[in-house]
């Protein structure tokens, strides 16, 4: 199918959604289906996909979403192929990808409400430490990191792969075997980096 007729695709995303400097929702999809309405066909893609949601959106790694947009070629070193912006109202959740992603958006979603609580601007900052989600940081507080060049505090990073095993290993003291503490820690580790969603920074430290 010419990419010209494309008015419909689908995709999954592989990366929790992220806000541009101009406030709008970005997304990195994997597309699978794309169709023609014009044309009344559709076919499976594949390629990497960079959209743009006009607005604050929250998308989570392995959701599946419907587009009602136009792609076009996307020239650049980056993974992504295609580009594409759309509407709030013109992207559709499809559900997620399996129930492990499922629960993946739920635990998530439950660390924010639990966060929360410290109160806003602190609970945004936890929340940005703990799990590298900056969009709730305010504006005023994220270019105070950004000018003092330490904005890097706010990115996931071996720091926090060491600090997290240091705590775990700390509290599995009662363990009698060393194979034992650390098989357990590592299994803690998995789950962060999981909820994290994989970042490259935090694979690098694990490796």
């Known amino acids: 199918m010419p990419e010209s007729e494309v008015t419909d695709f689908a995709g999954t995303v592989v990366q929790d959604s992220s806000l541009s400097q101009e406030g709008d929702t970005v997304l990195r999809l994997a597309m699978s289906d794309a169709s023609s309405s014009r044309r009344g066909i559709a076919a499976r893609a594949r390629g990497g996909l960079l959209l743009f949601v006009s607005g604050d959106s929250r998308f989570s790694l392995g959701q599946r979403v419907l587009v009602h947009a136009r792609p076009s070629r996307l020239?650049?070193?980056?993974?992504?192929?295609?580009?594409?912006?759309?509407?709030?109202?013109?992207?559709?959740?499809?559900?997620?990808?399996?129930p492990v992603w499922a629960f993946r958006a739920e635990a998530r979603d439950w660390l924010h409400r639990t966060v929360s609580r410290v109160g806003y601007p602190a609970s945004a900052l936890l929340e940005a430490l703990l799990i590298g989600a900056r969009e709730d940081v305010p504006g005023d507080l994220y270019d105070g990191f950004l000018r003092t060049g330490s904005l890097h505090i706010l990115a996931l990073s071996g720091l926090h792969v060491t600090v997290l095993y240091g705590v775990v290993a700390g509290l599995l003291w009662f363990l009698r075997t060393r194979w034992q503490k650390f098989l357990a820690a590592t299994l803690v580790l998995l789950f962060y980096q999981f909820l994290a969603g994989f970042m490259p920074s935090l694979l690098r430290a694990r490796s």
């Open 75 to 98: 020239e650049g070193f980056g993974p992504e192929r295609w580009v594409a912006r759309a509407r709030r109202a013109e992207v559709t959740s499809l559900g997620f990808n399996g």
